[in-house]
């Protein structure tokens, strides 16, 4: 379980429940709400935006918000077990190293393919001409998510499908 509280101008919403959420829909509500609170009457505009996050996310997740590792393999090993074969595969691959691994929330284009580089046995240079199209193609099939421009990272049901592959192999 994860809980959060957010505060924008008089705007305040609280939130408990999957953890998930954190990493794919967070970016849109903030959106959301300071687009909402600009365009409340009487309402000045925010000068900066409150978050409060509780000292761990989720009771027993041992998920805390500055460790959110969740495995200790390579991008290779995740590459080799969700059958990359693809730029856009291997960026899901990368994407998942950065999140599970590295515990990141999200990446710039700079690190996922530093990432996808780290997979000697399943990068081609190619990729790196082809990453606009790969992001491209993932973001339209709904598998990552773009917060600010040219960060990226993997939808709720990405993540979970990922984990789920992962954990199979221990």
Request: glycine share 8%.
């Amino acid at each position: 379980m994860a809980k959060i509280r957010l505060k924008v101008g008089s705007m305040e919403l609280e939130y408990e429940g999957d953890p998930s959420f954190l990493t794919g829909g967070i970016e849109a509500l903030l959106m959301t709400m300071g687009s909402l609170v600009c365009k409340m009457p009487n309402e000045p505009l925010p000068t900066e935006l409150a978050v409060e996050v509780p000292p761990t996310i989720g009771s027993g997740s041992g998920v805390t918000p500055t460790d959110n590792r969740q495995f200790t393999i390579s991008t290779n090993t995740i590459a080799a077990n969700l059958l990359a074969k693809s730029g856009s595969d291997l960026v899901i691959c990368a994407m998942a190293h950065l999140e599970l691994v590295q515990g990141k929330m999200s990446s710039g284009r700079a690190e996922i393919l530093a990432e996808m580089k780290n997979a000697k046995q399943y990068y081609k240079q190619s990729m790196s001409k082809n990453l606009s199209k790969s992001f491209a193609t993932l973001l339209g099939a709904k598998r990552i998510n773009e917060g600010a421009k040219d960060s990226y990272a993997l939808t709720a049901s990405e993540r979970k499908q990922i984990e789920a592959k992962l954990a199979a192999i221990g």
